[in-house]
């Protein structure tokens, strides 16, 4: 009932008809709002909503654990719900061309198809030239793959904006975490959706950030897996130490198998392959342990254990358990280099600053 209640009072609270506090202890509360911005616009509400998202997860809200969330926010929207992306009609057009070009569409029918009044009156032209956040341009997305046949050729289905609301939290995370725990407000339209609201953006959003355990002696490993995926920093730690013992160059990505396992095994499981004699593992072994490298489990398995034993054995010393992956970040947003190591940084500072402000 006190959870039912929190979560009421919460939703209200989003909504911006009440600004009653969720469920929490009064230093909770004021270890929020001191973390938050002085100036942000409804400060009440934010805190309100990250409380709740606390609550939900049945997370403790230290001041490290509102720190890390209040750091992310500020990194990826400075606090606005739906963020506006600059150029972000440039970058529709290029992944509409691009997707035209894929599936062998002219792009005069394309452009003429645009051109056709949408479900909001507007041509999907004008709307695409006027969009400023990820979820006008979201809609149009929707509106196009429900109401033209061009669109779900275009897109088969899925809305290509896939990161959404103020912690830029990924469609496909969500959706998961959904189907293994029930989400704790009404959903309006789809979980899809929930993203782009506060509440359900902070909600993801801190679950995907603090909601598992990992052998981190730092924050900054946290924030190099909100941007790469959970466990990638451990992951990268691995791939190191195998490395080491196998006497090979290894790329730490934090990606123990391919994305795409079609092509056979990677450079990860080849290395560790390469020591199966030493390892005393077999090679269905050493992949059914690879397997299990988006979960905690991983830690547990032969595989991660041995390799560690082998290489501290060969380097005379014990070897980190973390180690932020090395990656560049790709994508129709980032126009400059960028890099995961630069990413969890720079949260990391935004991060000290905060615990600096707290007493």
């Not at 969720?22 to 309100?48: V, Y």
């Not at 720190?67 to 929207?77: M, R």
Request: hydrophobic share 40%.
């Amino acid at each position: 009932m006190v959870f039912c209640l929190t979560v009421l009072i919460s939703s209200c609270a989003s909504d911006g008809t009440s600004r009653t506090p969720p469920g929490g202890t009064p230093a909770a509360h004021e270890s929020i709002d001191r973390s938050l911005p002085a100036t942000l616009h409804d400060k009440q509400g934010w805190s309100n909503d990250i409380q709740a998202a606390f609550n939900a997860l049945a997370l403790v809200p230290s001041h490290d654990h509102i720190c890390a969330v209040v750091a992310v926010i500020e990194q990826e929207s400075s606090f606005r719900v739906d963020p506006i992306v600059p150029n972000l009609s440039a970058i529709a057009w290029r992944e509409i061309d691009d997707r035209a070009a894929n599936a062998g569409v002219p792009p005069l029918i394309v452009h003429g198809v645009l051109a056709l009044p949408s479900p909001d009156g507007r041509t999907y032209r004008e709307r695409i030239d006027s969009a400023r956040t990820e979820k006008e341009l979201s809609d149009i997305y929707e509106d196009l793959i429900g109401s033209v046949p061009l669109g779900r050729t275009l897109f088969a289905d899925r809305n290509p904006i896939r990161t959404r609301g103020p912690m830029q939290v990924h469609v496909v995370f969500a959706e998961q975490f959904a189907a293994t725990r029930p989400y704790p407000y009404p959903v309006k339209v789809s979980i899809d959706d929930e993203l782009f609201t506060r509440r359900g953006g902070l909600y993801f959003g801190i679950a995907h950030l603090l909601d598992y355990a990992a052998p981190y002696d730092a924050y900054v490993y946290r924030f190099a897996d909100f941007n790469a995926g959970r466990y990638a920093s451990r992951n990268a730690a691995f791939q190191a130490a195998l490395g080491r013992a196998a006497g090979k160059a290894l790329i730490a990505d934090g990606a123990l198998l391919p994305h795409d396992e079609s092509g056979g095994a990677g450079a990860t499981e080849q290395a560790a392959r390469g020591l199966a004699a030493r390892l005393n593992l077999s090679d269905h072994a050493i992949h059914e342990a690879l397997e299990e490298g988006k979960s905690q489990d991983f830690e547990q398995t032969t595989l991660y254990q041995r390799v560690f034993a082998l290489a501290e054995q060969l380097s005379g010393h014990t070897l980190a358990r973390a180690l932020v992956p090395r990656i560049e970040l790709r994508g129709p947003k980032i126009s400059r280099h960028l890099t995961t190591e630069w990413y969890a940084n720079r949260v990391n500072a935004r991060f000290e600053r905060c615990m600096k402000r707290q007493p």
